[in-house]
């Protein structure tokens, strides 16, 4: 759609998966999980907008249909968002904050630990990266970078604030396909 | 290990603009028209590029006011531009927190010899080119993103087809060599030999490469994403149209949807006046925006 999906799509490619591209809701036809690229969250919102596809992935999620996103796709998912009313699918619990660490100048990337994928660290670049301020009691935190919330779970849904479609390392991806395997 | 401003971190946010459309404005009015229309990013500028063209004289960054209003009105990201070799115009830019720097040749060139070195920034950069040798010289210097000069402010997009057809075709020819040409070739191209063997091996820029100089339609935006590029820069195209708002939320839908004519057949009706467009050999070659860098 908009953002990062050539590089999702290289990611799940290299662990054998069958990857579509998803513009309209016919798309949708015959998928098993969906995943939500970095990008810009409004164009995103727009665009989801356009010929209800935004309801009609409600409408998975509602049958529990595994759904990733990540940055921008993670920001599609919360129900909250802090200071905006933009267009969400309002699907997790979570509290988002937008470009949470600051403008382009402070985009980063540093090493965080994520429990559920083992003790080696995950390189993981962060670019005008939202954070979690907020989760219910129902979502799971797989990631915290000094004091802040930046992977989270909540049944077949997990959302990650930075970017591991960016990166060699493809633990998140298969973390996905997990899920995956598991709903079918 | 914490790294700011790093490669991975500056060619990211331009994959994360890829399939979008960025947007000339002039007033946080303009900004916000953008980001409701859809827009991926706005480039924060004094005067579109027809404006600039028309009123001739030396232009130069935006004051920093405006770019600062823009920023505050919208949550998307703001690039603005800097004369091409002006480091200084850079330096404040990335002061201000602009997301993004267009070192550009719709502003009139500060340096005749040199561009800027782009490696010295956190902060990243976007250059244009008009082939493959002039985008990987960019490339070579530090920019994270390419996109075709075009010839900004005629609403003719007859240059960034000429320009992306000559990058493709470049590439092309770089992918069918054996690898004792490709020094040559980088000698010829005038571009960094390790870029070179990049092209050759990958097939393709080792950065995001997107559209720009002449956009005007749903029609010229699907035509250059179908012709290989990444994403859209509209300059004068949308706030010198009749509608602006239909026309920005168009060329949206028309880069998402650019495979589906019939997409682009509904997009495309009501949109109003286009921008008043220019014939190419009517402008003096010294008048060419396109001819400014190297």
Request: glycine fraction near 8%; proline fraction near 5%; hydrophobic fraction near 45%.
């Amino acid at each position: 759609m908009q953002g990062a999906f050539r590089e999702h799509r290289r990611a799940f490619e290299s662990l054998n998966c069958e990857v579509v591209e998803v513009r309209k809701p016919a798309d949708l036809q015959g998928i098993q999980g969906l995943v939500f690229p970095g990008g810009e969250s409004t164009t995103i919102g727009k665009l989801l907008q356009n010929e209800g596809l935004g309801d009609r992935i409600k409408e998975l999620a509602a049958q529990d249909m595994p759904m990733f996103g990540t940055c921008a796709g993670m920001i599609l998912l919360a129900k909250y968002i802090d200071d905006s009313d933009q267009y969400r699918l309002n699907l997790m619990d979570i509290t988002v904050k937008r470009n949470a660490f600051g403008r382009q100048i402070a985009s980063f990337e540093a090493n965080i630990t994520i429990p559920a994928l083992g003790n080696d660290p995950v390189r993981a670049v962060f670019i005008r990266a939202p954070y979690v301020q907020e989760v219910a009691p129902n979502v799971g935190i797989l990631a915290e970078y000094e004091g802040k919330i930046v992977f989270v779970r909540q049944g077949n849904m997990i959302a990650s604030a930075f970017h591991p479609e960016l990166t060699p390392d493809k633990r998140v991806h298969q973390y996905f396909l997990n899920i995956i395997s598991e709903y079918q | 290990m914490l790294e700011i401003g790093s490669w991975k971190v500056k060619t990211g946010l331009a994959e994360m603009l890829k399939g979008g459309v960025i947007m000339d404005v002039t007033t946080p009015e303009q900004a916000k028209i953008a980001e409701e229309a859809g827009a991926c990013a706005v480039m924060a500028l004094e005067r579109v590029p027809s404006d600039i063209r028309a009123a001739g004289g030396v232009a130069r960054m935006a004051d920093p006011t405006i770019i600062q209003r823009i920023m505050d009105a919208v949550t998307i990201p703001v690039m603005a531009k800097a004369r091409i070799g002006h480091f200084v115009e850079a330096q404040i830019l990335e002061a201000l927190g602009a997301d993004y720097i267009d070192e550009s040749e719709v502003l009139t060139p500060a340096d005749d010899l040199y561009h800027i070195n782009k490696h010295d920034f956190k902060v990243p950069f976007v250059c244009g080119a008009r082939n493959l040798g002039e985008a990987l010289r960019r490339i070579g210097e530090g920019a994270a993103m390419i996109r075709t000069k075009g010839e900004p402010g005629t609403g003719n997009v007859v240059e960034a087809v000429r320009h992306m057809r000559t990058v493709m075709s470049d590439i092309r020819r770089l992918s069918s060599m054996p690898k004792e040409e490709l020094m040559s070739a980088a000698k010829e191209m005038g571009a960094p030999y390790n870029l070179v063997v990049y092209v050759a091996e990958n097939g393709k820029l080792p950065v995001v490469n997107f559209a720009a100089g002449g956009i005007a339609t749903p029609a010229d935006a699907a035509l250059m994403m179908q012709l290989g590029v990444d994403g859209i820069f509209v300059g004068s195209g949308i706030f010198k149209s009749g509608n602006p708002q239909a026309r920005a939320k168009a060329i949206v839908l028309a880069t998402t949807h650019y495979q589906d004519p019939k997409v682009l057949a509904e997009i495309s009706q009501d949109l109003g006046e286009a921008m008043p467009g220019l014939e190419i050999a009517t402008i003096a070659s010294t008048e060419r925006m396109q001819e400014r860098g190297w």
